[in-house]
């Protein structure tokens, strides 16, 4: 892991990366307006990684405004959590191989045959985190 992503997002905190938590993620609509959304998630020990579907809203305004926030509560700690902000780009999934380790992460299943329609992976490259114990 890179000494900047450390300052980021401290290495006590990613022990809320690891387990299926889930993360609510904030956008901006067209109009201003904040729009969040709970979602699955993984960590590849430098970016947040999001397997969305590329016609909702969310992607829509990541699209328009690649910025968003992240908040994950422990869930043995409500008062315990991370937000990360951060800038997104995109990735292309063929061989669905990102989507696969987000399912198993929460389902433990290597089945995507539920998963309908085509995943657009976001990278979530973290710019600031604040974080309460």
């Known amino acids: 892991m890179s000494s900047h992503v ?5 290495a006590s905190y990613e022990d809320l990366l690891a387990p299926p938590s889930l993360a609510h993620v904030a ?3 067209p109009d201003g307006a904040p729009q969040v959304t709970p979602v699955w998630f ?3 020990g430098a970016r947040l990684l999001l397997a969305l579907a590329p016609d909702r809203q969310k992607m829509r305004n990541l699209r328009r405004d690649p910025r968003l926030a ?3 509560v422990d869930p043995a700690d409500p008062t315990r959590f991370l937000e990360i902000r951060g800038r997104v780009t995109f ?3 063929p061989d669905r191989s ?8 929460y389902t433990g299943s290597d089945d995507l045959s539920w998963v309908d329609g085509e995943r657009i992976i976001v990278m979530v490259e973290p ?7």
């Open 42 to 44: 993984d960590w590849d």
């Open 98 to 105: 990102v989507l696969a380790r987000i399912i198993r992460k």
């Open 27 to 29: 956008t901006m609509g």
């Open 70 to 72: 992240v908040s994950i």
């Open 6 to 10: 450390q300052t980021v997002v401290p």
């Open 127 to 133: 710019t600031h985190a604040t974080y309460r114990r």
């Open 91 to 93: 990735e292309d999934d």
